[in-house]
Structures are given as C-alpha cells and as structure tokens.
DNA sequence: GCGACAG
DNA sequence: ATCTTGTCGC
C-alpha cells in the first residue's frame, strides 16, 4: 500500500523527540466504529544491523491468516529507548509498501500512547499509514499501574502519573505470564484496543497477530504461512 | 549523581 | 532485540 510521506527518520534524537511532541496533535484517539474484517501483526527483527519486518493479515474475528509477507533491509538507527519508532519505522513502511491486502485495522509490538511523548511506534505508524492501530508491548515503557489480577482477561489501568490520564492498561492475556501492556495508538480508543487484544489470543501470551508476525522475524522461519 | 528504560 | 543450554514445572 502506498502511504504519503509525513517527515524524514534520519533525525537526531533531540529532533525525534521534539518531532514526536508535535505529531502528538494529530492523533485521533477515538473509535468511529468501522467494520472490522481483518487485523494484521506487525514485527521487526534486527541482529547485526540486519532488520527483518513481518507482516500479516488475519480476517476477523475466525483469525485465519489471509496473507503474509517479510522483508529485509539494513537497520542502522540505534535503540533508544523513546525512539523505538525512528529504528523499525523506515522498515515497516518499507514492507507496508508491499502489501496488497489492505487490513482495517493494525497491530503493533510495542507502545501505542503510554509513551512518555504519547507516540509509541503504534500511535505514530498510525499517522503514517492512515489507519486504527494500537500497540502491545511485552513490557512497560511509561506509566504505573496497580498489580493484575491471575485470571485471563484481568487488568489494571496505566495512568500517567503527573497528568493523572489513563493511557493504557497491563492485561491479562494469559494466567501464569506477565501481562501484556496495551494502549491506542491511532484512530482507536483504550476500550476497543483491550477488546482486540483480548479477541485475539489463543492460549499464547501474544494476541495471534503478533505472535505468528514474530515467528516470522526469526531466522529460519518460512512464509507465506499458509 | 542515580534509577528507569518498548524493541 | 539478541546473545545462549539446560532446566524446572504443568
């Protein structure tokens, strides 16, 4: 899919960081209750400055994969924690790109806006590719939150502490594992990202679309998967 | 200065 | 994320 060019990536991490403040404007962080047919999973993996992003597409709410795709390309922004976005963004557009089933909406590894400039790399592909994203992290960036409950589905709320905003929620997505952290990113409210979150588990700690898009970042792997 | 810190 | 083997537990 062809998206229009929002800004440049190679900025130094001052110039990220003030970019992120401002696009932090433009985010819609509301639910305009479109028809949900199919939700896709998007990963990166990086060894050696070699990044692999995958992308697939599952229908919804059956979760049969419908396509997938993987590509490679040098990485070498560093990890900065904050700037997660500015590393793996070139090379998801650059995937995104190759897409050719357009999925309604778009799931993330990582923060959507429980980012300490409320732009995770979910909330701020979301500006770019003009589409409901949220973002689901295996781990906490910013916020605090009470201890979950054991029981799948159980949560606590994320909340900014300063502001006192609720910006996401540690969710249960599995009894016996750490919580996943979820949170909207783009077009999409905390409600409807928790109630994709949670549709879409099956017994993994990682909701399907994440789960079978980082299977398909690890080396080895082979795609398409179906 | 110290601790925190998505992937 | 990646580096890495076995191992504890259901």
């Given at each position: ?13 001052e110039?990220?960081?003030a970019l ?22 998007v990963?990166?993996?990086?060894r ?7 992308i697939v597409?599952?229908?919804y709410?059956?979760l049969?994969v419908?396509?997938s795709?993987?590509?490679?390309e040098?990485?070498?922004?560093p990890?900065?924690?904050g ?6 963004g ?5 995937a ?5 089933l ?5 799931m ?9 400039r409320?732009?995770g ?9 003009e ?5 689901v992290?295996k781990?906490?960036?910013w916020?605090?939150?009470a201890?979950?409950?054991e ?6 709320w994320l909340y ?13 997505t ?6 996943v952290?979820?949170?909207?990113g783009h077009?999409?409210d905390l409600?409807?990202a928790?109630?994709?979150?949670l ?9 399907e ?5 980082h299977?398909?970042?690890q080396?080895g ?6």
């Amino acid at each position: 899919m062809r998206v229009r060019p929002l800004h440049d990536w190679d900025l130094p991490p001052e110039e990220a960081a003030a970019l992120q403040r401002e696009l932090r404007a433009q985010l819609i962080l509301t639910w305009d209750d479109p028809p949900i047919r199919t939700i896709a999973g998007v990963d990166v993996g990086i060894r050696e400055e070699r990044g692999r992003c995958a992308i697939v597409v599952l229908s919804y709410p059956a979760l049969e994969v419908l396509s997938s795709l993987v590509i490679e390309e040098r990485v070498t922004y560093p990890y900065i924690p904050g700037l997660l976005t500015f590393r793996e963004g070139p090379l998801i557009l650059k995937a995104w790109e190759r897409l050719t089933l357009l999925p309604d909406v778009v799931m993330f590894d990582g923060q959507g806006i429980a980012h300490p400039r409320g732009m995770g790399i979910a909330a701020h592909m979301g500006l770019w590719l003009e589409k409901p994203t949220l973002g689901v992290a295996k781990s906490r960036l910013w916020g605090e939150h009470a201890p979950v409950g054991e029981a799948l589905g159980d949560l606590s709320w994320l909340y900014e502490k300063e502001s006192g905003a609720t910006i996401g929620a540690a969710v249960r997505t599995r009894p016996g594992t750490r919580p996943v952290y979820v949170s909207p990113g783009h077009r999409m409210d905390l409600p409807h990202a928790i109630e994709l979150t949670l549709a879409t588990c099956r017994g993994y700690r990682l909701p399907e679309p994440l789960r079978l898009a980082h299977r398909l970042t690890q080396p080895g792997e082979q795609f398409p998967l179906f």
